[in-house]
């Protein structure tokens, strides 16, 4: 037989092939993370399964150095969460639990060799991708619903920075340069975008010396290398006993491959706003239908409209309405139904609300109206794709930005592709119960 034909060889090059695609490289050699190392170590925390690594796909990450299995109770990894302590008992008046944090990132950040904290504030991101630090000029390419929670989340900053102005006035005793030099607003951008990206939920508890806010956050280094996977289950909280942040996992991982956590099922237009990244293959990747779109291919003369419309935000079905990997959400269907009701089905509109057949017109038309946004949607998805293209080419500047909106863009083309699938074939199902039988089935998509 020639050599490499047989049984054997085929295994060992699925296995390179496998091993390719999720294998890392080492980085524990890199000064910044030996020295994070020796900083945990000397807080009292060292692991020996876990190791720095960069991965295709996602980067800067955690590997395992060992085959990871998983126990009856599961797999726990225990990790640091030594907070900073803040001389802030005679701050006044009292900031906030996020305020304080985000002061003792900038001051320390500013402290740059003198401060003891060097080695982790040397391992965090230089910038963040989250729409509040992205281009205006990028942020207006975003999927709507995304960019107005985008704008609320810069004008929700900017206007925390403005409000805290005579708080870091108060620190200049403290400092030799100018406070405005210090405190500037990229520099509290920066603070704020991590914490709001790597910092981990505590149980609420007060503190004297900050504001009656809730103190709910803690930066947890070390454990902010791990990334985001929707495909992995864990528990994470913080033990009281043992003063660390647990983590515990329902699956394995085998060695040199990169160790996952998950934030929560979110989809990528909130892993986008939230954390500046976007999963592929995400199970939960869904597209939402503004209201503008919701009611763009409705009849102009039904006088009912402002009423359904009405009724569709008083009992919640304006909000939240998508299309998934499995087509139209129930949530979607039942408000294209309610408002495809015709004049004289009205009076049922509670029965369509608790997801009741009420004509087979109106199961027809609803279809049709849910086939006419989806191919909209579509549409609309490939045309901004289109434009991002074009703008990789002129703003080269603006590249990676770009590149993470077309990524958005390209998961939800897909998801609307398989939605518009879906319903093709349930409204060809549609039409042929109908003309077999006379009476179609209740249309069925989750």
Known sequence: MQKGRGRTSRIRRRKCLRSSKSRGVNESYKSEFIELKKWLKDRKFEDRNLTPAHFPGTGRGLMSRTVLRVKPMGLWQKLSNRRPKLEVKRWKPRPSPLLALCTFLVSERHAGDHSLWKPYLQILPKTYTCPVCLEPEVVNLLPKPLKAKGEEQRAHVQKLFTSSRDFFSSLQPLFAESIDNI???SAFLWAWCTVNTRAVYLRPRKQECLSAEPDTCALAPYLDLLNHSPHVQVEAAFNEKTRCYEIRTASGCRKHEEVFICYG????????????????????TCVY???????????????????????????????????????????????????????????????VLLGEVISDANEKTSLDLAQKICHHLLEESSAVLQRVSHMKDEKVS?????????????????????????????????????????????????
């Open 183 to 185: 405190f500037s607003y």
């Open 265 to 284: 099922p979110h989809d990528n237009q909130r892993l986008l706003l939230e954390y500046g990244f976007v999963s592929l293959c995400n199970p939960h």
């Open 289 to 351: 239908v503004s209201r503008d779109v919701l009611v763009k291919y409705l009849p102009s003369a039904d006088k009912q409209m402002k009423k359904k419309i009405s009724i569709l935000k008083d009992h919640g079905f304006i909000e939240n309405l998508t299309f998934g990997w499995d087509g139209p959400s129930w949530r979607l269907l039942i408000a294209l139904k309610l408002l495809c009701l015709e004049p004289e089905k009205f009076t049922c509109w509670k029965k």
């Open 398 to 446: 603006l590249i990676s930005q770009l590149s993470l909106v077309e990524t958005l863009w390209r998961e939800e083309l897909k998801v609307l592709q398989a939605s518009a699938e879906i319903l093709a074939s349930v409204h060809t199902t549609y039409l042929a119960s109908t003309e077999c039988l006379g009476s179609p089935p209740m249309v069925g998509v989750t």
